[in-house]
Nanobody, 125 residues
Framework: QVQLVESGGGSVQAGGSLRLSCVAS????????MAWFRQTPGKEREGVAA????????VYADSVQGRFTISRDNSKNTVYLQMNSLKPEDTAMYYC??????????????????WGQGTQVTVSS
C-alpha cells in the first residue's frame, strides 16, 4: 500500500504563508493526478488544487485561485501546496490525495483512492 505523508502545517496569522509537502512512499510518477483537499469539522472534504502527472495541468478551487499554488517534483515523489495571503477561512485539516484513474473532475474526492493522514493549518485573524 502506497503511503502519502503530509507535512508543513501549522499556525499562522492572516496574510501569512505556509508550504505544505506530501511525499509518496513509491514513485509519484505512477499517479495521473495528485491533489490537496481540506476539511473542517461537520463539513465535506473540499478539493483545493490538483496537478497532472507532468505538472502541465493544474486546477484550483475558486476560493484559493490566485493565492495557492500546487506543484510537483516526481524526482522527489513530492507534491507541494504553497499557500499565500492566508485567511482565517483557510483553517482546516489539509489532505494529500493521489489517483491513477482518469476522469473529468479532479477536485472531486471520489476521483482519488490514496490519501494521507492530514496536516492541520490554522490561520488566526
Amino acid at each position: 500500500q502506497v503511503q502519502l505523508v503530509e507535512s508543513g502545517g501549522g499556525s499562522v496569522q492572516a496574510g501569512g504563508s505556509l508550504r505544505l509537502s506530501c511525499v509518496a512512499s513509491h514513485s509519484s510518477y505512477a499517479y495521473n493526478y495528485m491533489a490537496w483537499f481540506r476539511q473542517t469539522p461537520g463539513k465535506e472534504r473540499e478539493g483545493v488544487a490538483a496537478i497532472s502527472r507532468s505538472g502541465a495541468s493544474t486546477v484550483y478551487a475558486d476560493s484559493v485561485q490566485g493565492r495557492f499554488t500546487i506543484s510537483r517534483d516526481n524526482s522527489k515523489n513530492t507534491v507541494y501546496l504553497q499557500m499565500n495571503s492566508l485567511k482565517p477561512e483557510d483553517t482546516a485539516m489539509y489532505y494529500c490525495a493521489a489517483t491513477t484513474w482518469v476522469g473529468t473532475d479532479y477536485l472531486s474526492s471520489s476521483m482519488y483512492h490514496n490519501w494521507g493522514q492530514g496536516t492541520q493549518v490554522t490561520v488566526s485573524s
